[in-house]
T-cell receptor, first 115, second 116 residues
Framework: AQSVTQLDSQVPVFEEAPVELRCNYSSSVSVYLFWYVQYPNQGLQLLLK??????LVKGINGFEAEFNKSQTSFHLRKPSVHISDTAEYFC?????????????FGSGTRLSIRP | EAQVTQNPRYLITVTGKKLTVTCSQNMNHEYMSWYRQDPGLGLRQIYYSMNVEVTDKGDVPEGYKVSRKEKRNFPLILESPSPNQTSLYFC???????????????FGQGTRLTVV
């Protein structure tokens, strides 16, 4: 069975500093991987996704993630964060044979940006 | 505009009083699902539907019902709400098997339910 682990429940960083949010997954088959962002009082929106091909994926708002199959990781990074990046971030996995129809979410990482 | 619409956004109710949270999508998605979000637990799937009249239990189905009479609508029903169902609920839709398009889930804005 597939599962997703987000190792950090909260990550505080200073504005303009780099950040990495960690995500590890387990699955016995090939997967699709996603990062979603949830701003306060809003629903989830897609930040980026990995389906196949290049292991470095670029998303919206300057975020990127790298798929590492040997380490079963899909860490999210941004070289310089802004106050507006304050949000909760969810890593998610879907086994590719199911057309991303059943998505398993991690427990979330709350990113707080300090001025 | 592609969207998933949930109503209501906020709801306070009393224990045992039946309620329905509606969800509608305009993307012709075959797959729809309901999640609840609780602090430290991420999103847990309650029920999902692969297509019209096809529904199945997710990870935390107890105390909930769903129906899928039309492709666009997927209401969540709490027949006898209890305080432990106080949570933030999200409806989501995505392509089904064989459908072509972006392979991610689209979410509604959420429904914050409080059961007293």
């Amino acid at each position: 069975a597939q599962s997703v682990t987000q190792l950090d429940s909260q990550v505080p960083v200073f504005e303009e500093a780099p950040v990495e949010l960690r995500c590890n997954y387990s699955s016995s088959v090939s997967v699709y991987l996603f990062w979603y962002v949830q701003y306060p009082n809003q629903g989830l929106q897609l930040l980026l996704k990995y389906l196949s091909g290049s292991t470095l994926v670029k998303g919206i708002n300057g975020f990127e993630a790298e798929f590492n199959k040997s380490q079963t990781s899909f860490h999210l990074r941004k070289p310089s964060v802004h106050i507006s990046d304050t949000a909760e971030y969810f890593c998610a996995v879907s086994e590719s044979h199911s057309s991303a129809s059943k998505i398993i979410f991690g427990s979330g990482t709350r990113l707080s940006i300090r001025p | 505009e592609a969207q998933v619409t949930q109503n209501p956004r906020y709801l306070i109710t009393v224990t045992g009083k039946k309620l329905t949270v509606t969800c509608s999508q305009n993307m012709n998605h075959e797959y729809m699902s309901w999640y609840r979000q609780d602090p430290g637990l991420g999103l847990r799937q309650i029920y999902y539907s692969m297509n019209v009249e096809v529904t199945d239990k997710g990870d935390v189905p107890e105390g909930y019902k769903v129906s899928r009479k039309e492709k666009r609508n997927f209401p969540l029903i709490l027949e006898s709400p209890s305080p432990n169902q106080t949570s933030l609920y999200f409806c989501a839709s995505s392509l089904g098997e064989g459908q072509v398009g972006p392979l991610e889930a689209f979410f509604g804005q959420g429904t914050r339910l409080t059961v007293v």
